[in-house]
């Protein structure tokens, strides 16, 4: 079979999402088709949703600006899954504390950006992902910092803070699973959902 993989693609890191959603299919025998997301009209054609990191502020005013956002809302609605990682989840959740970004409310969580310290901009750590049965080694970058979780579920923390959530079809993380070779977090989100 072939899924129809979007990736949102109006700024950020694109292509290692592609080859990790390709690559997560191919573990379970399936074709992953990628469509990059720059305008409206692709995200309802699409199986499931990747929302990269890059620039919170950039990608929620261009996903409104284009017509996106409410595509995303509706593929949300619908029980489809999305993966949106750092800036991606700063998007979905219902709060960034940022006037700038105008969040779509799909994650409820609220998050701080950039909230872990300039010394700590990036950083690497093994984390205990709930589905996972061993460690994932997790890439921040200037992540944002999950302040409050309401229906969300954690599925990760670090430092006793969540940095990975579940919202329905949608799976939010701080960092990056797409810098790793390990397809374990695309693989759960689309193919290990409960
Ligand atoms: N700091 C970025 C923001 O606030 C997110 C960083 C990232 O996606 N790596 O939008």
């Known amino acids: 079979m072939t899924v129809t993989a979007g990736v949102v693609a109006v700024q950020g890191d694109v292509s290692e999402h592609a080859v990790a959603i390709e ?8 074709e992953a088709e990628v469509r990059e ?16 990191g890059g620039e919170s502020t950039t990608i929620s005013r261009l996903l409104r600006r284009e017509g996106i956002a409410p595509e995303i809302q509706a593929h ?3 029980g489809k899954p999305v993966l949106a990682t750092c800036a991606g989840l700063i998007v979905l959740s219902v709060d960034a504390n ?13 998050v701080e950006r950039n909230a872990f310290g300039r010394q700590k901009d990036s950083f690497e750590a093994p984390l205990s992902v709930a589905g996972l049965d061993d460690p994932f080694h997790a890439v921040f970058i200037r992540a944002p910092l999950i302040e409050s979780v309401g229906e969300a ?18 799976v939010g993380t701080s960092f990056h699973p797409e810098l790793t070779d390990d397809a ?10 409960d």
Not at 153 to 170: I, T
Not at 185 to 193: E, I, K, M, R, V
Request: with cysteine; aromatic share 4%; glycine share 8%.
């Open 98 to 110: 940022d006037d700038r970004v105008e969040t779509l409310d799909l994650v409820d969580a609220t």
């Open 184 to 193: 374990r977090l695309h693989d759960l989100a689309f193919f290990g959902a």
């Open 23 to 30: 690559r997560a299919a191919a573990s379970h025998g399936e």
């Open 76 to 78: 949300v609605e619908a």
């Open 37 to 52: 997301i720059r305008q409206s009209g692709i995200v309802p054609e699409c199986d499931l949703l990747l929302l990269p």
């Open 153 to 170: 579920a954690v599925l990760a923390e670090w430092d006793g803070r969540p940095v990975a959530v579940r919202d329905g079809p949608v």
